[in-house]
Each structure stands twice: as structure tokens, then as C-alpha cells.
T-cell receptor, first 115, second 114 residues
Framework: NAGVMQNPRHLVRRRGQEARLRCSPMKGHSHVYWYRQLPEEGLKFMVY????????ESGMPKERFSAEFPKEGPSILRIQQVVRGDSAAYFCASSPLAVKLDTIYFGEGSWLTVV | QQQVKQSPQSLIVQKGGISIINCAYE??????FPWYQQFPGKGPALLIAIRPDVSEKKEGRFTISFNKSAKQFSLHIMDSQPGDSATYFCAASRSNFGNEKLTFGTGTRLTIIP
């Protein structure tokens, strides 16, 4: 999973601030998934994107959360007006154009702490 | 119907022993069942995966057993080593081309003791 780059690795925000998490997929990968891991829990799917398209956002909270994957640059998960309950690890995964499930690779995560 | 239930929550096994982690799913449309290994501060890494057309898959010391009728699958780690100490997640997915989102279990924290 070393090829999927996430930054920042750790982020501290005060309640009400905005958090932006970035994900650069592995070279040649055009599919990006975002997952959230709450303390002592499994990963929960949030959103699936291809370049310039949101394919499935069924796991995204209805408010304050948004994601994009522009033609150029990394995918960004944006959380507006953060609350303590947003504190979690956010993982990005990527896969190549011809998707095979065993070619999905995860990044090392971004740990968000809301104080 | 999208849940994957995993047990136990934590497991302590002596070095050289067999570690067994179990998962059960509800959605019969799932057709891909991977196991992920996660070390503290790291992302999950694919360990081994199985599809429902086989009942068992072995890779080195790691074996997945799959029971389609019971909708259960398990991970067996033979000759467990201290380096296997990690959190293990089972997952499930529908392998429709275009959206392979994973539904994860809640994880098992495995500790191998000398």
C-alpha cells in the first residue's frame, strides 16, 4: 500500500474549522475510495470516485462532507465545520481502470482529531 | 443486510498455535471475501481473499475456509508468530464492475505471546 499517498497523516482541528484530506492514488489508478475508521471499529465506506465523477456517495454524511477527484491533482475529502464525532482515521484506497478487487490498495491514512 | 459480523473482538494465541477468526455475512449478493491485516498507524493490507466457488484457499500459513450455505467464512493462521500480532478485518463485496466497495467487519485484535 506504499503507493497510495495520503496527507496530512495527522491533522488537529478545532470544532467548527474545516479539514481537507488529500489522496494521491497509485500511478495508473483512476478509481479512488474513501473509508472512515472510528476508534475500535472497522472501516466504513464513504465515497467512490473516478476522475471528475462521483460514482457512489452512499456512505457520505448528508451534510458537511464532500469529496472530489479532479482531472489533475489528488482526490480531496473535505469536512466543513468539524465536530468531535468526526475524529477518526480516514483511509483512501485506489484501484486501476480495469478493476479487480485484489488490486485495491489502501494508503496509510489521515488521522483527524477534533478538539 | 449489508453487515459483516466478526468475532472474536480480541484473541491471544501462543506462539506456534493456530489463530482462528470468524465472520458471517447476510447479503447473498456478496461474492468476494478478503481478509485485511492492519498494523498500528498503518493502512489495511490485503492478506488473502476467496470467492464462493471454492470452500478453502491457502496461502502459506494463512487459510480461508468458506461455508456458503451458512454464510460464514474464517481465517486460520497456522504456526502463529509474534509478527502476526495485528488487527485483522474480514470484508465482503459484490464484484460488479464499476463499484467494488468493501463492507468490513469490526476487526479482531490478535496478540501472539511467546
Amino acid at each position: 500500500n506504499a503507493g497510495v499517498m495520503q496527507n496530512p497523516r495527522h491533522l488537529v482541528r478545532r470544532r467548527g474549522q474545516e479539514a481537507r484530506l488529500r489522496c494521491s492514488p497509485m500511478k495508473g489508478h483512476s478509481h479512488v475510495y474513501w473509508y472512515r475508521q472510528l476508534p475500535e471499529e472497522g472501516l466504513k465506506f464513504m465515497v467512490y470516485l473516478q476522475k471528475e465523477n462521483i460514482i457512489d456517495e452512499s456512505g457520505m454524511p448528508k451534510e458537511r462532507f464532500s469529496a472530489e477527484f479532479p482531472k489533475e491533482g489528488p482526490s480531496i475529502l473535505r469536512i466543513q465545520q468539524v465536530v468531535r464525532g468526526d475524529s477518526a482515521a480516514y483511509f483512501c484506497a485506489s484501484s486501476p481502470l480495469a478493476v479487480k478487487l485484489d488490486t485495491i490498495y489502501f494508503g496509510e491514512g489521515s488521522w483527524l482529531t477534533v478538539v | 443486510q449489508q453487515q459483516v459480523k466478526q468475532s472474536p473482538q480480541s484473541l491471544i494465541v501462543q506462539k506456534g498455535g493456530i489463530s482462528i477468526i470468524n465472520c458471517a455475512y447476510e447479503n447473498t449478493a456478496f461474492d468476494y471475501f478478503p481478509w485485511y491485516q492492519q498494523f498500528p498507524g498503518k493502512g489495511p493490507a490485503l492478506l488473502i481473499a476467496i470467492r464462493p466457488d471454492v470452500s478453502e484457499k491457502k496461502e502459506g500459513r494463512f487459510t480461508i475456509s468458506f461455508n456458503k450455505s451458512a454464510k460464514q467464512f474464517s481465517l486460520h493462521i497456522m504456526d502463529s508468530q509474534p509478527g502476526d500480532s495485528a488487527t485483522y478485518f474480514c470484508a465482503a463485496s459484490r464484484s460488479n464492475f464499476g463499484n467494488e466497495k468493501l463492507t468490513f467487519g469490526t476487526g479482531t485484535r490478535l496478540t501472539i505471546i511467546p
